[in-house]
T-cell receptor, first 114, second 111 residues
Framework: KAGVTQTPRYLIKTRGQQVTLSCSPI?????VSWYQQTPGQGLQFLFE???????NKGNFPGRFSGRQFSNSRSEMNVSTLELGDSALYLC?????????????FGQGTRLTVV | AQSVTQLGSHVSVSEGALVLLRCNYS??????LFWYVQYPNQGLQLLLK??????LVKGINGFEAEFKKSETSFHLTKPSAHMSDAAEYFC?????????FGTGTRLTVIP
């Protein structure tokens, strides 16, 4: 079974631009979560989608948004990029949103804002 | 609210020595706990999970963790470190909709 696929793996953008990251979950998984990882803040939750609905959102500005499609694939978008948005963005997929369900992570997208 | 605290941001062990990475949790409900490993420029790989079925949990690559409610701990151990174990390790607790991660422990294995 294929794992979680994130594209692209690396991205360089300029301040003020916007970016879209993609995540394809494990086949059959309906829950997709996004996390931001930085050296200073560690791993922080961005949002979770289940069956095309955003179920929860972390403490990030409105410049960060996401969506989930009917095939469970998810995208996240960051508008008006800032230098501080440079991070590894990780997507995780789960079979469901139950609390005892394990999350499987993709390899991440390394975003560098210059 | 749920949270985890990892004691020691860096741990160094000799090859063949015991690995002990510490994690304490805080949870208002019975916790679901996880250990993940991250190799450089990679995502997170699940090592093991605790979901109340057994207090001693065995994971991949020879790792195991013991859930101790009285100590609110879920420490990760491996009897004999291997060079390939060098990585960063994250303890996490499941909240209502997401995982709460610790700050990570970087494990160095000395040959």
């Amino acid at each position: 079974k294929a794992g979680v696929t994130q594209t692209p793996r690396y991205l360089i953008k300029t301040r003020g631009q916007q970016v879209t990251l993609s995540c394809s979950p494990i086949s059959g998984h309906r829950s997709v979560s996004w996390y931001q990882q930085t050296p200073g803040q560690g791993l922080q939750f961005l949002f979770e989608y289940f069956s095309e609905t955003q179920r929860n959102k972390g403490n990030f500005p409105g410049r960060f948004s996401g969506r989930q499609f009917s095939n469970s694939r998810s995208e996240m978008n960051v508008s008006t990029l800032e230098l501080g948005d440079s991070a590894l963005y990780l997507c995780a997929s789960s079979l469901s949103h139950s609390t005892n369900t394990e999350a499987f992570f993709g390899q991440g997208t390394r975003l560098t804002v210059v | 609210a749920q949270s985890v605290t990892q004691l020691g941001s860096h741990v160094s062990v000799s090859e063949g020595a015991l690995v002990l990475l510490r994690c304490n949790y805080s949870s208002s409900v019975p916790p679901y706990l996880f250990w993940y490993v991250q190799y450089p420029n990679q995502g997170l790989q699940l090592l093991l999970k605790y979901t109340s079925a057994a207090t001693l949990v065995k994971g991949i690559n020879g790792f195991e963790a013991e859930f101790k409610k009285s100590e609110t701990s879920f420490h990760l151990t491996k009897p004999s470190a291997h060079m390939s174990d060098a990585a960063e390790y994250f303890c996490a607790v499941r909240g209502a909709n997401n995982l709460f991660f610790g700050t990570g422990t970087r494990l160095t294995v000395i040959p």
